[in-house]
């Protein structure tokens, strides 16, 4: 079992930063991909966004949305994966969860039914 805990979130003008954590539980989280997903307002959880991954061997793949913009990194010493948002605009706002795929190969990364566990969101409010 993986315990996953996001922070970070928050309200923000547009143009603004905010950088989200998640912080995992498990032995072997060096092994994870993880991810960032998103749901805006009104949508239901199957709706859920692709936002980015980092995967066990470092790399990474963005939604087109906020390419150049999001930064994903992970501490492997800290069991824990960053998002790192820039230039937010309103359109980012949204419940941002974090998601564990424990399986290291053959998993699609955008994805959403191939992540295993997930955080209970964190809440990004960006004011145009």
């Known amino acids: 079992q993986v315990q996953l805990v996001e922070s970070g979130g928050g309200w923000v003008q547009a143009g603004g930063s905010l950088r989200l954590s998640c912080a995992a539980s498990?032995?072997?989280?060096?092994?994870?991909?993880m991810g960032w997903f998103r749901q805006a307002p009104g949508k239901e959880r199957e709706e859920r966004d692709f936002v980015a991954t980092i995967r066990w061997t470092g790399g990474t793949l963005y939604a087109d949305s906020v390419k150049g913009r999001f930064t994903i990194s992970r501490d492997n010493a800290k069991n824990t994966v960053y998002l790192q948002m820039n230039s937010l605009m309103a359109e980012d706002t949204a419940v941002y969860y974090c998601a564990a795929d424990v399986v290291p190969y053959g998993s699609r990364w955008s994805v959403r039914a191939d992540y295993d566990y997930w955080g209970q969101g964190t809440q990004v409010t960006v004011s145009s």
């Open positions: 498990g032995r072997t989280f060096s092994r994870y991909g």
